[in-house]
């Protein structure tokens, strides 16, 4: 699956055990391919509630928080909750040892104390649209792998080129699924004024001091708080003190009624990408000639930062973003490695 991908993993709440079908279910599709099982297994609104391109739909309300994370709208005035490992970056970018917002948590009581974060964008996908047949008719099957690649990239830049944007601000952007058989154009729209909210201090986003988010089950308050800017009318702009939050028409309201036994849920979202497909020479060589160099470099790397983070609370500061997201891929790549072996 695609960053750009957004995916619905589906799951029936019930007893003795919790039930899930996943798998990569494209927007555009869920009234052809997955309505009918939604509905059988308790889904109450219309797979246009979710994607609609003549319309407001959930879609609008799911976005791209930063270089990948999923982020949802929960306020009509730009309200964005996300991950605390995906906002800690921008968290440990305002701490201090003054103001050591990593340990100690950062709450805004208005708008005038929310914190601008430059480089930080959010990302709303407008549009998906199967551009498969303007791409796979134009390829042929004698072509060597690097001329493919060097065809599709000719006819996706075109493409590009021909898509006509409903406003300055929106890009295209085209993924290839399903190993090169299929193709999607997603047409953006990125916001570049995002302001930290807030966020629990480390003991909660963090609790038990895991060094990843691949562990289940889970007790981390792992959540953080931004809110998109926009100009005075409703468009994305840098950062400016005349920008104002973003009036989003569509957003996910948060009940606190709780869960009843068999109540319906649902998980929508940009997941990484995946390879369930590979063949056993392509396994052998991603444990060993990826993932264990994966492990080696990234152990001595970690050593060498928790010497000095250890010394010092500003360097522990300083760093602190970029240890976290190396312990992740260390320990990811432990975790693939032994659940490869174990199976």
């Not at 959930?58 to 490992?85: P, Q, W, Y």
């Not at 957003?251 to 709780?258: N, V």
């Amino acid at each position: 699956m695609k960053k750009l991908l957004i995916a619905c993993l589906l799951l029936a709440l019930g007893a003795p055990s919790l039930k899930a079908d996943e798998g990569m279910w494209l927007l555009p599709y869920l009234e052809k391919l997955n309505i009918r099982d939604m509905k059988a297994k308790g889904f109450k609104l219309s797979a246009k509630d979710i994607y609609n391109l003549n319309g407001d739909a959930i879609k609008d309300a799911i976005v791209i928080f930063g270089n990948g994370c999923t982020g949802e709208i929960v306020s009509d005035r730009g309200l964005l909750l996300t991950n605390h490992h995906c906002g800690f970056d921008a968290i440990q970018s305002h701490s201090s040892v003054e103001h050591d917002y990593l340990k100690n948590g950062f709450w805004a009581m208005s708008d005038q104390e929310e914190i601008p974060t430059p480089g930080l964008t959010v990302t709303f996908i407008r549009r998906i649209s199967d551009v498969s047949d303007r791409i796979l008719p134009q390829l042929s099957d004698t072509l060597s792998e690097k001329d493919r690649e060097a065809k599709v990239a000719e006819i996706v830049e075109r493409i590009k080129k021909e898509t006509e944007l409903d406003n300055e601000h929106q890009e295209v952007e085209i993924q290839d699924f399903f190993g090169g058989n299929q193709y999607l154009m997603f047409v953006k729209e990125i916001f570049k004024d995002v302001r930290l909210v807030g966020a629990p201090p480390s003991s909660i986003g963090k609790f038990g001091g895991d060094t990843d988010n691949w562990m289940w089950p889970r007790h981390t308050g792992d959540f953080s708080m931004f809110r998109i800017y926009a100009d005075a009318n409703g468009e994305p702009a840098e950062y400016s003190e005349s920008n104002v939050p973003l009036k989003t028409p569509k957003f996910l309201p948060i009940s606190i009624k709780g869960l009843n036994e068999g109540d319906y849920a649902m998980i929508m979202g940009f997941p990484g990408s995946t390879e369930r497909y590979l063949t056993q020479s392509e396994v052998k060589q991603r444990m060993n000639a990826v993932n264990q160099a994966m492990i080696d470099m990234r152990g001595v790397r970690l050593e060498v930062l928790r010497k000095y983070m250890d010394a010092s609370d500003k360097t522990r500061i300083q760093y602190a973003s970029k240890f976290a997201g190396s312990s992740n891929y260390w320990k990811n790549s432990i975790g693939m490695n032994k659940a490869i072996i174990d199976n």
